[in-house]
């Protein structure tokens, strides 16, 4: 055996206690790093479910226009002054929705394309009365798109296909008006069209303003609604491969098609917000712990340096050097930090092993926590990469060791 090695693990085995101690540190800092790293990664994945239930990852649509400078100055900079400008009355309506429905899935980012009529609604059941808005789909595309058929708590959202006086509401809206499947509501538009549904089914987002004012109809329904004919499309919604990208295929697509394109991210600027912080903070904390218990291994392997100055000084008395007294310590903490590495690791998968079984309700179910490899691989590196440093920084400190002061003392 090699004699360094040898030395290394006579020093790990004669302090029992400091060398656990210092396992142990490191075992919860790489469990505790593992953990929460896989958590804010769950709990990312978890709130983006609920986002893409109801909103598309891109949107297509026209925007407002303001109206443009109105009174040229007399000066000689030849600057325009702007008089009360307002937003242009135009129609919201995407011309030829069709052939711009066409060349976005021709983009090869783009896996579902699924036109919508946004219409403002009152539901009338009776005395009762709610202000809305009913989106008109195709059934097939917006189930694709949203998952709709997972929200569903009764009925069923593909009979919308079939059915075209029918109507998918939320469940905010059921309760309010005492409404359940197979029952008829009626449907004031804000252009004065009077329709009665059938309720062909309820869904819940567990969003309460979106359960309490949304429904489904046919976007055939929502045009007749809003007094339009077949190619009246207010809104274009696009899906693609990574929503991630929402925002440069957003661009892209605002180029092809000559239309607002807006990403996710530009619509839901708060939650992106509040998901790059719940990523710094934990990922902060997590790392800050992990550095605690490698300074553990650093004072320990510190200590043992002050106490072993005799040793090290027979040592190089005898011939070794330098770089053999940096192995025999660099040895020594990166053993103490494999252990705790490999412990911190099965400890990790044990505590996402019982948090993926906690059922936690609603349209989530169990915890959406999983077991990420590439974080287990990154915690793995990290932990052994502060160990090694860990005990190199006393180890150089050992090399330095003059045996001849250390004898004349």
Not at 144 to 173: A, H, Q, W
Not at 224 to 253: C, F
Request: glycine residues 8%.
């Amino acid at each position: 055996m090699d004699v360094n090695l040898d030395i290394a693990k006579t020093y790990i085995f004669a302090g029992k206690k400091q060398t656990a101690v210092a396992a142990v540190g490191v075992l919860l800092g790489m469990s505790i790093y593992i953990f929460m790293n896989c958590l804010v990664i769950a709990l990312d994945r978890g709130s983006m479910t609920v986002v893409f239930k109801n909103i598309s990852h891109i949107r297509v649509y026209k925007d407002d226009m303001i109206s443009k400078e109105l009174v040229k100055s007399t000066d000689s900079s030849s600057k325009y002054i702007i008089i009360n400008p307002r937003v242009v009355p135009k129609s919201n309506t995407i011309i030829n929705p069709k052939m711009v429905a066409e060349a976005i899935s021709k983009h090869k980012e783009v896996t579902v394309v699924a036109p919508q009529v946004n219409a403002a609604v009152f539901y009338n059941n009776g005395k009762s009365q709610i202000s809305g808005i009913s989106v008109g789909v195709n059934p097939s595309e917006a189930n694709r798109m949203y998952n709709i058929n997972s929200s569903m708590v009764e009925g069923d959202f593909e009979s919308l296909k079939t059915t075209p006086s029918g109507i998918v509401i939320g469940s905010g809206i059921a309760q309010k008006m005492n409404l359940a499947v197979g029952d008829n509501i009626n449907l004031t538009s804000a252009r004065g069209i009077n329709r009665t549904f059938q309720v062909l089914g309820i869904f819940k987002t567990n969003v309460s303003a979106i359960d309490k004012t949304k429904s489904y109809v046919n976007l055939a329904s929502a045009q007749q609604l809003e007094k339009e004919g077949a190619s009246y499309i207010t809104d274009i919604n696009v899906d693609i491969t990574d929503p991630n990208n929402a925002v440069r295929v957003g661009e892209e697509l605002s180029k092809i098609t000559g239309y607002k394109a807006e990403s996710w991210q530009e619509a839901s600027e708060s939650i992106v917000t509040g998901n790059k912080m719940r990523f710094i903070v934990i990922t902060l904390v997590s790392t800050l712990i992990l550095l605690v218990g490698a300074f553990g291994i650093y004072n320990i392997l510190n200590m043992t340096v002050s106490q072993k100055l005799n040793d090290i000084a027979i040592l190089k008395a005898m011939g070794f050097k330098g770089k053999d007294v940096v192995r025999i310590f660099v040895t020594q903490a990166i053993t103490i930090g494999a252990v705790g590495v490999a412990g911190g690791v099965v400890l990790a998968i044990i505590l996402v092993t019982i948090l993926k079984n906690v059922y936690v309700g609603g349209d989530i179910g169990y915890f959406p926590i999983d077991y990420e490899p590439i974080k287990f691989l990154q915690g793995v590196v990290f932990g052994l990469i502060i160990t090694f440093f860990a005990g190199y920084f006393p180890a150089r400190k050992a090399a330095k060791v003059d045996p001849v002061e250390i004898f004349r003392k």
